[in-house]
């Protein structure tokens, strides 16, 4: 768990390096407290001066460091060559010059390179040393995303390499205004933390809003981009979520696109998409992969599913409860009869199944996957039939709950399903204290909260409230590409809302 504030044994290390090659290395070792995948080789640099190679056991690329880079400074220069003025620099350019490489002057920074994957070489009599990239370390290679899998479309998701991420968007954006800022963030972890945008469509405030939320944060580690995500968003006391996140290089390539910046953290397969809204977590890369009329059809299937995961089980509570009248004469009779056993309130039969499905659900997670399917026959078995013929729930209730289930597990995003989930909950109580008028209630009380809403100063409910009629071609409906010939007015840039005040100009 990240603990606020600063490390005073980091900074302590922050020391310049001395001209003596046994009292840096003493330094190293005494922060390191002789860890046993330290490795220090001592040789004699191009046969004229000691030196020390140091670098971490498991980070680097072994057979590049032998072959390669120690090769080169073991070799004996020309009995004709000149004295050199600063063999660092001249290391850089006539040695190694086949690798990527820097100068740095302090025992911190000697650190920030070792532990990322560096060699550290260090001469006598020289109060710098020398990073040599030989970065090496084992990584999943490109796969299939996990969480947001398509019909059509690629079939490669994000890693936890940093470079691999931005690498897999850049191939699909080969735009020189692509640009690429990076950062530190965490005074133990040190994690690399990217912002990517396309200069002249993201927005500079935005761009200049995240950066000074990114300095803002003061944490000693970020392991994930959930880190970021909670730091960064502007509402903190709402279910909904106002950062979205994809494994899909293409999604993300899709957002720079319309302007908006891509957040990659170092080690985390999940990038994060700011600003985002709430039609965009509605929105699939197969609704664009397919013709538009097949796209606004699911669409269309995804919103109704939200709103039956949302509603389900409160208007269950609400009809048996206080509006019979409103349910067709044999339906109503079927229920009754299947709740005269039942010896609970139409609420807490709902609740009931709603935690049960719940730890269900969590558990069908964390369970080894080698007895996963076990589960889900307990689940089904016990909770489902079992429970209905013991009279303990009624089978209407379990038809209501497992539509609730499937339905929410239509909507594209998780964070979106969260949020539905725990509003679920919310909306069954209302019901079941004053019916339909709760649950209306509660429906006003979500669409006030969602309208005041924002997402880096964007109102969440865009294109809705504010209304902005040209972005209705990709919200509720898919349009043709045909139709799809402008970005979303609300990240437009000074220029292009000038173009657009003079077209509509001279259209009047």
């Excluded at 899998?149 to 994000?158: A, D, K, L």
């Excluded at 080894?368 to 013929?389: D, E, F, M, N, Y």
């Excluded at 209501?400 to 594209?412: E, K, L």
Aim: aromatic share 8%; net charge negative.
């Amino acid at each position: 768990m990240p603990i606020k504030g600063e490390d005073e044994r980091m900074k302590q290390s922050n020391d310049n390096l001395t001209g003596s090659i046994i009292d840096n290395i003493a330094k190293i070792v005494q922060e390191l407290g002789n860890s046993d995948d330290l490795i220090i080789k001592k040789f004699r640099c191009l046969q004229t001066c000691s030196a020390a190679l140091i670098f971490i056991d498991g980070l680097v690329d072994s057979q590049l460091l032998h072959n390669s880079i120690l090769e080169s400074l073991l070799v004996k220069e020309p009995a004709d060559s000149s004295p050199h003025q600063d063999l660092t620099e001249y290391l850089q350019q006539n040695i190694l010059v086949a690798a990527h490489t820097g100068t740095f002057t302090t025992i911190k920074d000697l650190f920030s390179r070792l532990f990322a994957g560096n060699a550290i070489l260090l001469i006598e009599n020289e109060s710098k040393g020398l990073w040599i990239d030989a970065a090496g370390w084992e990584q999943r290679s490109v796969t299939e995303p996990q969480s947001h899998s398509v019909v059509r479309g690629p079939m490669e998701g994000f890693t936890e390499n940093i470079r691999t991420n931005t690498a897999m968007i850049r191939r699909r954006i080969r735009d020189p205004r692509l640009w690429i800022e990076s950062k530190e963030i965490g005074t133990v972890t040190h994690t690399t933390v990217s912002f990517m945008y396309i200069k002249g469509l993201a927005d500079e405030g935005v761009v200049e809003e995240l950066r000074t939320r990114l300095d803002r944060i003061n944490m000693d580690s970020v392991l994930e981009g959930g880190y970021i995500e909670e730091e960064i968003q502007d509402a903190i006391k709402t279910p909904f979520p106002t950062v979205y996140n994809s494994e899909r290089p293409d999604t993300i390539a899709a957002g720079l696109l319309e302007g908006r910046i891509a957040i990659i953290v170092n080690g985390t397969p999940f990038v994060l998409l700011i600003p985002a809204l709430f039609v965009q977590f509605f929105q699939s890369p197969d609704d664009y992969f397919e013709r538009s009329l097949i796209g606004t059809l699911v669409r269309l299937l995804r919103y109704m599913a939200f709103f039956l995961a949302l509603l389900a089980p409160s208007l269950y509570i609400a009809f048996t409860t206080f509006h019979q009248e409103l349910l067709p004469t044999s339906l109503i009779i079927s229920i009754a009869a299947q709740r005269e056993a039942v010896p609970f309130p139409a609420f807490i039969e709902a609740l009931l199944m709603e935690l049960t499905y719940e730890i269900l659900r969590e558990a069908s997670i964390r369970i080894p996957k080698t007895i996963g399917q076990a589960v889900s026959i307990v689940g089904t078995l016990v909770i489902g039939q079992a429970a209905v013929q013991a009279g303990a729930v009624s089978a209407a209730m379990v038809i209501v709950v497992s539509i609730t289930a499937i339905s929410s597990y239509v909507i594209p995003e998780n964070g979106m399903s969260i949020a539905v989930r725990i509003l679920r909950f919310l909306l069954m109580f209302l019901a079941a204290s004053f019916g339909l008028l709760g649950i209306w209630l509660g429906l006003m009380a979500i669409l006030i909260h969602l309208t005041t809403l924002k997402s880096f100063g964007v109102p969440y409910m865009s294109p809705f409230g504010p209304y902005i009629a040209p972005d209705i071609k990709d919200s509720i409906f898919r349009f043709p590409w045909t139709k799809m010939t402008t970005r979303p007015a609300y990240h437009a840039t000074e220029e292009q809302l000038e173009h657009r005040n003079a077209r509509r100009q001279r259209r009047s």
